[in-house]
């Protein structure tokens, strides 16, 4: 624990960085192209990748990095070591690219398997979820301090639903209808994680495809905060899978 401490403000600040980077582009003009499975990608995504990869090679040089652009050029390191990091530079290429600001900077590290420290930062709105196992979980909004924050246990009345503002299907509200929704906030990126891990929301259902360093970062602020997120058939979401790919799964807040 002592670790993450040590390395939870730069981290946070390589994540600062990032971001900046990646706001720069997005007050400009900026091309889009497809990835061979169809996602978007930018130029953003790319620079914020190279920026954040470099700076946690020099901050840790003995913790690969797994960053999403890498892998999908063919480049993907080592995890056997069990300890890794895992870098989503733009969670939310579609938001970025329809300018509506709901992206995110998503850095996580793993180690066997659990994500163990991580920082979600949405520069378009100055939001920042960061936290580090066992229970230190932090938001900071713009130019005030952080505050701790803390998921809370569903409320008795019903629940709040962190939904996907670009990513819900059938299957999505199949599994909300066999809860009782009192309402919905819709989101872009990781920003739902945070929104559970704040205690503004009571679950998030991702009942689509998704990769490791979409969710390792949220999933990281998410833990720390006393929240945890499930694989639909109740197992923790485990990380270093060998294509990465995650399955179906629903962040939850506090189980009380």
Known sequence: MKFYEQIIGEVCRIGQRAGNVIMDIYREDFAVREKSDTSPVTEADVAAERLITEALEALTPDIPVVAEEDVSAGRSPDVEGGRFWLVDPLDGTKEFVNRNGEFTVNIGLVVEGKPVLGIVHAPAIEVSYFGFAPEAAFVQRGAAPAEPIRARAAPAEGLVVAVSRSHRNAETDEFLAKHQVVSEQVAGSALKFGLVATGEADLY????????????????????????????????????????????????????
């Open 205 to 256: 259902p991702r009942l689509g495809r998704t990769m490791e360093w979409d969710t390792a970062a949220g999933h990281a602020v998410l833990r720390a905060a006393g929240g945890r997120v499930e694989t639909i058939g109740g197992e923790e979401l485990v990380y270093g899978k060998a294509d990465f790919a995650n399955p179906p799964f629903v962040a939850w807040g506090r189980s009380s």
